[in-house]
């Protein structure tokens, strides 16, 4: 039992010994912490493991809780409250050998420092902690103030009249477009002819002599009457 307590205990420092730390090198935030407590901040060379929004006296492994854009600098614009501002939990140094390649030992919380960064922790205006080997730009003193509020640069030409358009008289103007005709009115249809009345002529009767036929009158047509009469031949007696 006692050799199990032992061997735990082992793995438990080696484990300890071998856990990333803040300023380690990362690709993931998992490489920094496998339970979220770190981020990898990919924006540095190499990643950087870090935890952001860190409070004084909170940083883990002897890290200092550094904010960046917080104090007014010669590298950036004036202003009363920068909202760019955010700390860091940062690697502590002694010098540059404390650092990894790529890093340097930078002490930040002087005033005009070109980081515009101060020192959150008790009893600290000042400390070193490793840094990006980078370069920041000094403004000339002789150029003028990029946050003044002056223009700068020569003002614009202002645009000319362009006046008022005159059509030429000389080009004459076209002709009015013709009306349109009316449509024809429609035919009315001619009147229907009356049909004529006829009446069949009587039977003539045969007694073995002569049989006279009926008379037949037709009946009258449009536009005048017609009138015929015919007789009927002699039948012979049976």
Not at 112 to 121: D, K
Not at 180 to 190: D, I, Q, V, W
């Amino acid at each position: 039992m006692t050799r199990v307590r032992t061997w735990s205990l082992i793995v438990a420092l080696l484990g300890a010994a071998c856990s990333p730390e803040i300023g380690d090198d990362c690709v993931v935030s998992t490489d920094c912490s496998s339970v979220g407590d770190r981020l990898c901040d990919t924006s540095q060379p190499g990643g950087y493991c870090t935890i952001f929004n860190c409070e004084p006296d909170t940083c883990p492994d002897d890290s200092l809780c550094i904010s960046f854009h917080n104090a007014q600098s010669g590298a950036f614009c004036q202003a009363d409250n920068d909202r760019f501002q955010r700390p860091f939990c940062m690697a502590p140094c002694e010098g540059d050998g404390d650092c990894r390649s790529g890093y340097g030992c930078v002490e930040v919380g002087k005033a005009g420092n070109p980081y515009g960064a101060v020192v959150l922790e008790y009893g600290k205006t000042t400390a070193k902690v490793c840094l990006a080997n980078q370069s920041v730009s000094t403004p000339d003193a002789g150029a003028p103030p990029v946050c003044s509020g002056e223009k700068g640069g020569t003002p614009p030409e202002p645009l000319q009249d362009a006046g008022t358009f005159v059509p030429d008289a000389s080009l004459g103007t076209g002709g009015a477009g013709g009306s349109a005709g009316s449509g024809g009115s429609a035919g009315s249809g001619g009147s229907a002819g009356s049909s004529g009345a006829s009446s069949g002529g009587s039977a003539g009767s045969a007694t073995g002599g002569t049989s006279a036929g009926g008379t037949s009158a037709g009946g009258a047509g449009a536009g005048g009457t017609s009138a015929g009469a015919s007789a009927g031949g002699t039948a012979g007696g049976a």
